[in-house]
């Protein structure tokens, strides 16, 4: 397991925009493939965006896709979520999560991955 940390949350109107940022700490960050997922109040936990170790394969949910952009920088250990037009609906605490996890494959499962961060609220008011 590694130390995740995210950043950049806070609160936007209806059609703005946010990026999140996770870091990890671990010296091999270019072997893992990282994921974001977000909870809102009342509901359980949803899969947001994937993307592999080398950053050449990514997945988004369907409520997501075209709007939310994931991506990495592995010279930093960070990756990124890049959230557009952004709707009351995205209201969430978003986590990131990762596993040491080198394939093609990108990771969506919650249980197939081994380290997690604190969460970062994003609050879209109407």
């Known amino acids: 397991q590694v130390h995740v940390v995210e950043s950049g949350g806070g609160l936007v109107q209806t059609g703005g925009s946010l990026r999140l940022s996770c870091t990890a700490s671990?010296?091999?960050?270019?072997?893992?493939?990282m994921g974001w997922f977000r909870q809102a109040p009342g509901k359980g936990q949803e899969f947001v965006a994937g993307?592999?170790?080398?950053?050449?394969?990514?997945d988004y949910a369907d409520s997501v896709k075209g709007r939310f952009t994931i991506s990495r920088d592995n010279a930093k250990n960070t990756v990124y979520l890049q959230m557009n037009s952004l709707k009351p609906e995205d209201t969430a605490v978003y986590y990131c999560a990762a596993r040491n996890f080198i394939s093609p494959k990108v990771i969506i499962t919650p249980a197939d991955y081994d380290s997690w961060g604190q969460g970062t609220q994003v609050t879209v008011s109407s």
């Open positions: 671990t010296t091999i960050f270019g072997n893992y493939a």
């Open positions: 993307i592999n170790w080398a950053g050449a394969s990514a």
